[in-house]
């Protein structure tokens, strides 16, 4: 169980962990973006201004004559390249032949607004559009990295827009070069009175010590978040763990000792497992403890049901074990039954379907030379059909024994069980009264199977004797009576409606064709083999199909040394 918790544990950690690594890097990208956009936005505006302040205050016909006359020099050959100090040195000699003392006063001017504003440059230019360079006019820089009047410079690829249209000016641009590494740089125009334009100031401010407090600011705000993110997360996992993991392993826990308790026999009572908990978090937790609380209660009113139930059922089971022994003991299953007489042989055998069923059995000796025999079939399986079997079973034996015909039997015996038959339960019957002696059988039929005879050197077939109505399904009912004889070796077999009706596990009904051929395949058979063939016939066809009815089979042989008996059916 706790390497359950620790994996839970675990998971939650890392969860946490990685949303806020990402919450931490969201917050550092967007907090440096701002301030970074801020810084940018403020130097851009300084700039702006100063380059607007420089084109106000100096003197435009004085920028105006000099630019003039610096581009005629310029134009006469753009962007010159020198191959030596000398050549520069010349190149540079035409502009300063040009400067006078208007141009001093324009150096001065911008001088007093570059030291006033603190910048790193302050210059007026020519831009070209032709050639998309520029050609310092005036330099306010009396440093010796200073471009002096007259050189030149290209025009960045992102002001190509503002050198088209030179009347907006140069909007606030960052650039980082090796010589004077981070600048914000910003032109304003300088226009004649008819607005014409006729250079621009352009300032350039130096970064360097704002970039290094942007990336000073980066990393304390990298490490700010990296200790906030270390204890929100401690925080954040110890309160999962309080929240979440530690209820969960407790449920967890007591579910183990739940089963454990179970699986050692302990049954439900009023004190639960679950009781002991007693976790109040407000939410799903405390739901899903609830859930499990509940869970066993019912689990433990289940298994007292069930422990019931099974008491019942077992009840139930030892007493139809009871009265399984009891309906197999009210039938004759004492084999030789007569071992007395040698005129005859009979067996028979019932298989229920149930623990107790429907289908019975029955022959005595109604004198010393009269033997009755019964087959029947009650409609309906277990329980209520045994009930009636006996009923049915008791009333004819107690009829024969009174001397009653098969016929006047099956007549009495119908009205006595229509009598309160409110289950609307019958039962088929074949009564037959044998007379030892002459091999006369005397018999009725009430809705029954029709028997099979097999004569001596001949084989079975059946006799479709005359059939009556089922006994307890009207009352009043008159049944017909008819006699046979067997002569000596022959065979009689009845059998109830489960013999032909056996089903495969393709709906395939047994048959009476196929009993026929079980009765047929070996000759002169003893009546207990008989039946065992038919028996083992029909477990062979149905294989591993569920039984659905009761099997009953009932089977006479006269002996072959009675004398033979002369008759016809």
Request: proline fraction near 2%.
């Given at each position: 169980?706790?390497?359950?918790?620790?994996?839970?544990?675990?998971?939650?950690?890392?969860?946490?962990?990685?949303?806020?690594?990402?919450?931490?890097?969201?917050?550092?990208?967007?907090?440096?973006?701002?301030?970074?956009?801020?810084?940018?936005?403020?130097?851009?505006?300084?700039?702006?201004?100063?380059?607007?302040?420089?084109?106000?205050?100096?003197?435009?016909?004085?920028?105006?004559?000099?630019?003039?006359?610096?581009?005629?020099?310029?134009?006469?050959?753009?962007?010159?390249?020198?191959?030596?100090?000398?050549?520069?040195?010349?190149?540079?000699?035409?502009?300063?032949?040009?400067?006078?003392?208007?141009?001093?006063?324009?150096?001065?001017?911008?001088?007093?607004?570059?030291?006033?504003?603190?910048?790193?440059?302050?210059?007026?230019?020519?831009?070209?559009?032709?050639?998309?360079?520029?050609?310092?006019?005036?330099?306010?820089?009396?440093?010796?990295?200073?471009?002096?009047?007259?050189?030149?410079?290209?025009?960045?690829?992102?002001?190509?827009?503002?050198?088209?249209?030179?009347?907006?000016?140069?909007?606030?641009?960052?650039?980082?070069?090796?010589?004077?590494?981070?600048?914000?740089?910003?032109?304003?125009?300088?226009?004649?009175?008819?607005?014409?334009?006729?250079?621009?100031?352009?300032?350039?401010?130096?970064?360097?010590?704002?970039?290094?407090?942007?990336?000073?600011?980066?990393?304390?705000?990298?490490?700010?978040?990296?200790?906030?993110?270390?204890?929100?997360?401690?925080?954040?996992?110890?309160?999962?763990?309080?929240?979440?993991?530690?209820?969960?392993?407790?449920?967890?826990?007591?579910?183990?000792?739940?089963?454990?308790?179970?699986?050692?026999?302990?049954?439900?009572?009023?004190?639960?497992?679950?009781?002991?908990?007693?976790?109040?978090?407000?939410?799903?937790?405390?739901?899903?403890?609830?859930?499990?609380?509940?869970?066993?209660?019912?689990?433990?009113?289940?298994?007292?049901?069930?422990?019931?139930?099974?008491?019942?059922?077992?009840?139930?089971?030892?007493?139809?074990?009871?009265?399984?022994?009891?309906?197999?003991?009210?039938?004759?299953?004492?084999f030789p039954a007569f071992p007395e007489r040698k005129e005859f042989d009979i067996f028979a055998s019932m298989d229920p379907a149930k623990e107790v069923g429907g289908d019975f059995?029955?022959?005595?000796?109604?004198?010393?030379?009269?033997?009755?025999?019964?087959?029947?079939?009650?409609?309906?399986k277990g329980v209520p059909a045994a009930l009636f079997m006996v009923i049915t079973k008791t009333l004819i034996k107690n009829q024969v024994m009174m001397g009653g015909s098969p016929?006047?039997?099956?007549?009495?015996?119908?009205?006595?069980?229509?009598?309160?038959?409110?289950?609307?339960?019958?039962?088929?019957?074949?009564?037959?009264?044998?007379?030892?002696?002459?091999?006369?059988?005397?018999?009725?039929?009430?809705?029954?199977?029709?028997?099979?005879?097999?004569?001596?050197?001949?084989?079975?077939?059946?006799?479709?004797?005359?059939?009556?109505?089922?006994?307890?399904?009207?009352?009043?009912?008159?049944?017909?009576?008819?006699?046979?004889?067997?002569?000596a070796g022959d065979t009689l077999f009845v059998y109830t409606d489960g013999v032909p009706e056996a089903t495969d596990a393709g709906q395939t009904l047994f048959g009476t064709e196929?009993?026929?051929?079980?009765?047929?395949?070996?000759?002169?058979?003893?009546?207990?083999?008989?039946?065992?063939?038919?028996?083992?016939?029909?477990?062979?066809?149905?294989?591993?199909?569920?039984?659905?009815?009761?099997?009953?089979?009932?089977?006479?042989?006269?002996?072959?040394?009675?004398?033979?008996?002369?008759?016809?059916?």
């Open positions: 169980m706790k390497k359950v918790r620790r994996s839970l544990s675990r998971k939650i950690a890392v969860m946490i962990l990685l949303f806020a690594f990402l919450l931490a890097v969201a917050a550092t990208f967007v907090s440096y973006h701002i301030f970074s956009n801020t810084v940018d936005d403020y130097y851009g505006r300084i700039a702006m201004n100063v380059a607007r302040t420089a084109a106000a205050v100096v003197d435009k016909h004085q920028v105006k004559y000099y630019t003039d006359a610096f581009r005629d020099i310029y134009l006469a050959d753009p962007a010159p390249e020198w191959n030596s100090d000398e050549e520069y040195a010349a190149y540079l000699a035409e502009y300063d032949a040009l400067k006078e003392e208007g141009y001093q006063q324009l150096f001065d001017t911008l001088y007093e607004v570059k030291e006033a504003n603190s910048v790193l440059a302050l210059y007026i230019v020519y831009m070209d559009q032709q050639t998309k360079t520029c050609v310092y006019i005036v330099n306010a820089d009396i440093s010796e990295e200073a471009c002096p009047a007259g050189t030149w410079d290209i025009v960045y690829e992102q002001n190509y827009e503002a050198l088209a249209h030179p009347e907006g000016g140069f909007p606030a641009y960052i650039t980082r070069t090796e010589e004077f590494g981070w600048l914000c740089s910003a032109g304003a125009p300088i226009l004649d009175e008819d607005g014409t334009v006729i250079a621009h100031a352009m300032v350039d401010v130096s970064m360097e010590k704002v970039m290094k407090i942007r990336y000073s600011y980066l990393v304390k705000l990298i490490i700010l978040l990296i200790v906030l993110t270390v204890i929100l997360t401690c925080l954040a996992i110890r309160w999962m763990n309080r929240a979440v993991v530690r209820p969960i392993d407790r449920l967890t826990f007591s579910a183990a000792q739940y089963v454990q308790e179970k699986s050692e026999g302990h049954q439900g009572g009023e004190t639960f497992v679950f009781d002991k908990l007693q976790i109040r978090t407000g939410d799903e937790i405390e739901n899903l403890f609830l859930a499990f609380h509940q869970m066993e209660q019912d689990i433990n009113q289940y298994i007292e049901d069930i422990t019931l139930v099974t008491a019942e059922k077992e009840r139930i089971g030892a007493e139809l074990n009871v009265a399984t022994q009891i309906q197999a003991d009210m039938l004759p299953s004492i059995y029955d022959f005595f000796l109604v004198d010393e030379d009269h033997l009755a025999m019964v087959i029947a079939d009650v409609s309906g016929k006047a039997v099956l007549e009495a015996v119908n009205n006595q069980l229509c009598e309160n038959n409110e289950a609307e339960m019958f039962v088929t019957v074949w009564l037959a009264v044998y007379e030892i002696s002459t091999g006369k059988v005397t018999a009725a039929n009430a809705g029954h199977e029709y028997p099979a005879i097999r004569r001596v050197g001949g084989s079975f077939e059946l006799f479709k004797d005359p059939h009556g109505f089922v006994l307890a399904g009207m009352e009043n009912v008159r049944y017909k009576e008819y006699e046979f004889e067997l002569h196929r009993m026929l051929e079980a009765l047929n395949e070996k000759d002169d058979t003893d009546p207990w083999k008989l039946v065992e063939g038919v028996k083992n016939e029909i477990d062979r066809f149905v294989g591993e199909a569920m039984q659905f009815d009761d099997i009953t089979m009932l089977s006479l042989q006269v002996a072959a040394a009675d004398p033979a008996i002369v008759g016809e059916i």
